[in-house]
Structures are given as structure tokens and as C-alpha cells.
């Protein structure tokens, strides 16, 4: 296993780094490009990191001992306590099936269920096959709700949702 660590200012360079790496890497699991997020300046990216450290917020990078090799993140929903988001998603292509996707996804549930949210939600692509079945190994369903994918019109998001245990202390 990785060593997770908190997106915070302090290493908003090592989140611009991977976020960077997984926008070429896959960039249909995205709404945003490469060519958009590129022309953030350093400024930017230190906000965008302070974002992901609030109380309706948090967000992993998956160490590799400096080296930034995956990311996650989750918002509670402003509207609805209950529903946290998992977002941003993304592993490192050597990183995969090393079990680093599935530590992100726990963390993320455990710091939702902590927030008292019972439902766990994400979006996905259509063309991403693998994502799905993996999201499907950890108990996520489709929901039935779909979107246009807003880059590709080939493309469709389907969202997904998992129930998260009740906490009771």
C-alpha cells in the first residue's frame, strides 16, 4: 500500500504534478483537460488545493515515497448531508490492480461515513470499462442517471452509488 497524504497548500506542486498526469492520461474519465488545468499558475493550484481542506471536503494523493501516484477526493453534498461524491479519481497505470485504488476509495468512504453521509456517489465514462467493473467489485451500482459526457458526445457519465455504513458513536 501507498502512503495516503491530505491535499493541502503545503503540496499543492505534488497535486498539480498527478492531476496533470491523470487529465493525459486518461482524459475522457475527466470534465476538465489537460490544456485547461496546464494553464493554471502556481497561485491557482494553491487554492485549489485549500479548497480540498474544509470540513465539507478532502482530498488524497497516494505516495510513493515523494512521488504522487494516485489521487481522490470527496465533497458532501451542500444540499444534501447525506450524499458525499467521490471525485477525481485516478491511479497511476503501474499502480493499478496493486489494490492503491481501492485504499482511495475506503479512505474516502471512512471520512464520508465520519461526516455522516450514507451514500457514497460518483460519475463515470461509458468507454471506461475497467473503472466500472472495479467500482462494481467495491459495491457500487448504477443508478440510472446518465449525461452527456460535456467533452465527447460519443460519450456517455453514468452515475454510480454506494450505501455507506451507519456510524454509531
Given at each position: 500500500?501507498?502512503?495516503?497524504?491530505?491535499?493541502?497548500?503545503?503540496?499543492?506542486?505534488?497535486?498539480?504534478?498527478?492531476?496533470?498526469?491523470?487529465?493525459?492520461?486518461?482524459?475522457?474519465?475527466?470534465?476538465?483537460?489537460?490544456?485547461?488545468?496546464?494553464?493554471?499558475?502556481?497561485?491557482?493550484?494553491?487554492?485549489?488545493?485549500n479548497?480540498?481542506?474544509?470540513?465539507q471536503?478532502?482530498?488524497?494523493?497516494a505516495?510513493?515515497?515523494?512521488?504522487?501516484?494516485?489521487?481522490?477526493?470527496?465533497?458532501?453534498?451542500?444540499?444534501?448531508?447525506?450524499?458525499?461524491?467521490?471525485?477525481?479519481m485516478?491511479?497511476?497505470?503501474?499502480?493499478?490492480?496493486c489494490?492503491?485504488?481501492?485504499?482511495?476509495?475506503?479512505?474516502?468512504?471512512?471520512?464520508?461515513?465520519?461526516?455522516?453521509?450514507?451514500?457514497?456517489?460518483?460519475?463515470?465514462?461509458?468507454?471506461?470499462?475497467?473503472?466500472?467493473?472495479?467500482?462494481?467489485?467495491?459495491?457500487?451500482?448504477?443508478?440510472?442517471?446518465?449525461?452527456p459526457?460535456?467533452?465527447?458526445?460519443?460519450?456517455?457519465?453514468?452515475?454510480?452509488?454506494?450505501?455507506?455504513?451507519?456510524?454509531?458513536?
Open positions: 500500500m501507498l502512503a495516503l497524504q491530505s491535499i493541502t497548500p503545503a503540496v499543492a506542486d505534488s497535486f498539480r504534478e498527478v492531476r496533470l498526469r491523470a487529465l493525459q492520461d486518461a482524459p475522457a474519465a475527466f470534465c476538465s483537460t489537460y490544456a485547461q488545468e496546464a494553464r493554471l499558475t502556481p497561485d491557482d493550484w494553491q487554492r485549489r488545493a479548497q480540498w481542506t474544509s470540513e471536503a478532502i482530498a488524497y494523493l505516495l510513493d515515497g515523494q512521488t504522487a501516484q494516485a489521487i481522490a477526493a470527496s465533497i458532501i453534498d451542500p444540499d444534501n448531508s447525506a450524499r458525499a461524491y467521490l471525485r477525481s485516478w491511479v497511476a497505470p503501474p499502480y493499478r490492480t489494490g492503491v485504488g481501492k485504499q482511495l476509495v475506503e479512505a474516502i468512504a471512512e471520512w464520508a461515513t465520519a461526516k455522516q453521509a450514507s451514500s457514497l456517489y460518483l460519475d463515470v465514462t461509458s468507454n471506461n470499462e475497467a473503472a466500472i467493473a472495479f467500482y462494481h467489485r467495491l459495491g457500487f451500482v448504477k443508478t440510472g442517471h446518465t449525461e459526457y460535456p467533452n465527447n458526445a460519443k460519450l456517455t457519465v453514468y452515475e454510480m452509488v454506494r450505501q455507506l455504513a451507519c456510524r454509531t458513536d
